[in-house]
């Protein structure tokens, strides 16, 4: 199956270069409310799926436990730029919970935010493990691991140590989470390894929708399961920097349209939402895997369809759906734009 | 139409994400020898074409004129990586000229090579126009102007003035060889802004090889262009450091195999290459626009089946068409290669 054209650039009046892909609109019963391209073949979320693996760490109690805040808990679920205000989020998530940045097993890498990089750059110093756009997932996934070691007394440090392997029971727990809110079998699909070093799962596109739509609603999950993710959601409407940052498409919707909207970016092309008043999940998989020109521009017009939206926020949605793209000179020399496909099958 | 899948991101054992797009090869009577996909459709060739834009620095005798070095005809090709040594060569261009960097209408922007653009960081100053990756081409298209400014007694400074504008003598020089080399009727063709301001026009992929092929034979070409072209190959094969910088596959192919490839990357997933000993053209478009991770791999595939080689030759291309991919802890996640339809394709 082809995927149809979502998304061109424009350049000199013509088609320069454009994305494929696949979106599935889905609401909390499974029911495909709409679907463009192969929505069934397994897809890698990735960092898209970051606020179902952060659930555990609201059911096990560490979020309560260590009294963590809205900014923390949306750092747990956030693809974070490397900004000093994100490292220092997750060093305080880390500090709560008894630990340091030495527990993490992320990986280092400089701050994908331009400003913070070069700011880094400027001082000297070199990127470390809080600055990995993950290191508020990890350092959720240290805080369950804290609460794991409390219940059977063992030393924290020590049980945390192979948090990102498959079998440790940090990952498990969030292995599970990760099943029951996409109702797929994990233990018989694709496994990858993500940029974090934590296990990714290959489900389908209407399977991760589902489990959007689950967040959206809490229909289909536990009590607690169904709090969980409602806790997360307003944390991240409540301190909308800390799942992404300056200048990123989930800070600045989320910013704009607060509890409206919960959407998560993830690499490869993946992007998430869940519409709460609509009782709907959406998943995005672009083939090629581009993010910033292509899953965003998706996404954008799927939530300028899908969402109740007064007019500028609709002229504010339209700057994501469909740009100008200027030169280094500041010269127009195109537009990127969701294609007349995508925009004519939303309606 | 719709392109074959060319490249595959591997995780996990299945493909993650893949990349659509056109190969053209041809030879220089214009002959299709080998074609995958939509080779008719306009492209924007983009940086790609530099080599067929540079070829009046030579003709108009300013090369010679202003005794430009093989590094310097090298950079007037390049796509460079903003190194302080591409920054200092583009500038001596100009001074050999009698003018400086305030000539240039490229635009600034950060150098694209990392560590150049953290040392620019480090050192608190900001980039200027030499640091733009095209700022080689501009500074050639600036001896141009100093040449016909010469020939017309005129005031230098104030002749290149606007050189980037369609109309302008000097530009009009450059579409001119653009015209002859791909046989393409520019002034019906569709025309857009490149990144650095000059003009870019839509032709199609087997226009663009066969303006290769002339490259690399001198085929179809007035004797003084034959020439030209020859002398800027020969030049770029000298110092090939200077036609993009480290680490970039351009300069590592033709640091490896010298004179028997000339390749040149281009914006938007455009790939072109002169191959001498087989008298062909290459054009490569990836749908998407992706070079670093599809371009790349589809050239090299080429590469590998056209050119004769030796083993370690041959494994030195393979590590940019079938590479391993690691994440930030350096453990081994999947891998990007030429896809089965490709190589197939190229037997």
Redo the contacts between chains.
């Keep these: 199956m082809?995927n149809p054209d979502l998304v061109h650039?424009i350049?000199?009046?013509?088609v320069?270069?454009?994305?494929?892909g696949a979106v599935a609109i889905v609401d909390a019963d499974g029911a495909v409310v709409q679907s463009l391209g192969d929505v069934d073949r397994?897809?890698?979320a990735r960092s898209a799926c970051k606020v179902l693996q952060a659930l555990p760490l609201v059911e096990s109690g560490a979020a309560d436990a260590f009294g963590l805040t809205d900014p923390e808990l949306a750092l747990a679920c956030a693809s974070h730029g490397g900004d000093e205000r994100h490292a220092a989020t997750a060093a305080s998530m880390l500090a709560k919970a008894g630990l340091d940045e030495t527990v993490l097993?992320?990986?280092?890498?400089w701050p994908s935010n331009d400003a913070a990089m070069?700011a880094l750059?400027?001082s000297?110093r070199e990127p470390g493990a809080l600055h990995?756009n993950c290191s508020g997932k990890h350092s959720g996934f240290v805080c369950v691991g804290c609460m794991l070691a409390r219940a059977q007394g063992r030393d924290a440090r020590e049980f945390v140590r192979g948090y990102v392997q498959p079998d440790h029971p940090v990952m498990r727990e969030v292995t599970a989470a990760l099943q029951t809110t996409t109702g797929a079998d994990l233990a018989n699909a694709?496994?990858?390894?993500?940029?974090?070093?934590i296990p990714?799962?290959?489900v389908a596109l209407r399977q991760l929708a589902l489990a959007f739509a689950r967040v959206a609603t809490g229909h289909g999950l536990a009590p607690g399961r169904a709090q969980a993710a409602q806790r997360l959601r307003k944390a991240v409407a409540a301190a909308p920097f800390f799942v992404a940052g300056d200048g990123r498409m989930d800070t600045r919707v989320m910013e704009r349209l607060g509890e409206r909207v919960f959407c998560k970016v993830g690499a490869?092309?993946v992007y998430c939402a869940a519409l709460p008043e609509q009782g709907l999940g959406v998943a995005i998989k672009?083939?090629?895997?581009?993010n910033a020109r292509?899953a965003e521009v998706v996404m954008a017009a799927v939530i300028e369809a899908r969402v109740r939206l007064d007019d500028a926020e609709r002229g504010f949605l339209r700057d994501f759906s469909d740009l100008t793209l200027k030169?280094?000179?500041?010269?127009?020399?195109?537009a990127l734009r969701a294609s007349p496909a995508l925009r004519s099958a939303l309606g």
Aim: net charge negative; charged share 25%; aromatic share 8%.
């Design positions: 082809t650039a350049r000199g009046g013509i320069e270069s454009f994305h494929r397994p897809i890698f097993e992320c990986g280092a890498h070069k750059a400027r000297g990995n694709p496994r990858g390894t993500d940029g974090c070093s990714t799962f290959g490869e092309g672009i083939d090629d895997g581009n292509a030169n280094w000179n500041g010269i127009e020399v195109g």
